[in-house]
């Protein structure tokens, strides 16, 4: 037990080493459950595969152990994590994958929600994709690192896949989970990267149906291919082309968000309130706000979106039925902003 009275969590075992880590320590109600380390890929500008080494990944039955125990603890919602989550097992026996580990935590916990972190578009297969549209207990959630949808600037960054591919797998996800909330990290301001490199990201990222976007800067890391490449571009260059990514995504995003309004979401509260509401997080990543502060966190229901106001939704428990008497959700008139 930590010293919070929370269970101890066995976040990963991982080659010879037990790693213990206290549970939990940012967010109390979504345990994250590290199921793989290292990288066998070779990003020019990533140092992890040499820092943390090759793929390894923990054992089917000691995810499902700790599952298992997680639950019993009372815990909704896991989120399985890894540096590259979708290569989960191939070190272990190749005719385990990522998805027949999904199926037996679905098939032998109870856990009520699984979320996948990141997960490399490759890794993200037609069975996947099936399997998280059909399954409720499966996060409508893939969060999917692009980098570049330029296919240049691609190869120069030695990612394994096309723009094309990219967009391909996107749009499968789109088409059976309409609603899904998909995410991505873009990195700007890779070496070389031109103005016209940048206008097809720009037009590649308006083509495709994400929810959100993580857009971080370049920057060098010593001993990576890409920091001995020409073409190291300056920071102002950097940042307004991260600007206008960020602007394009926003757009995209209050679409989205506005397109939730009167919809029926499934939510996990948290542990935080905001003015006199319980914040809680949906099964397809967004925050949502309910007009109950006096909801425990760490509880799973459905809600009804009624408005949607500086990114976050409000909303009412579904089953709640609202007499003229009940409380009022702070500007709870139907509408978008
Ligand atoms: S960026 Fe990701 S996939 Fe590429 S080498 Fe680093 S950890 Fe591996």
Known sequence: MTAEGLPQLLVGEIGESFHFAPAFPDDRTRPTLKVQDGCNARCAFCVIPRVRGRSRSLAPEKVIEQIHDLAQSGYQEIVLCGINLGSYAKDLDRRLT?????????AETSIARVRLSSIEVMDVSSELIRLVAREPRLAEHF???LQS?????LRLMNRR????????RLRAIHEQIPHCGIGADVMVGFPGETDEDHRANLRFIESLPFTYLHVFPYSARPGTPA???PGQLNGRVIRER???IRRLMAQKRQAFLADQINRTLSVLTLADTFAEARLALSSNYLKVALPFSALPANVLL???VGRVENETLYAYPELQNRSPESPSVPGSTTSSS
Not at 99 to 106: K, S
Not at 161 to 168: D, K, P, V
């Open 98 to 106: 990522l998805r027949g580990l999904l199926e037996r935590i679905l």
């Open 242 to 244: 991260g600007q206008e």
């Open 161 to 168: 896949y096309w723009a094309a591919q990219y967009a391909e």
């Open 302 to 304: 459905e809600v009804c």
């Open 149 to 153: 949808g330029c296919d240049r600037i």
């Open 143 to 145: 969060h999917i690192p």
């Open 227 to 229: 920091a001995a490449r």
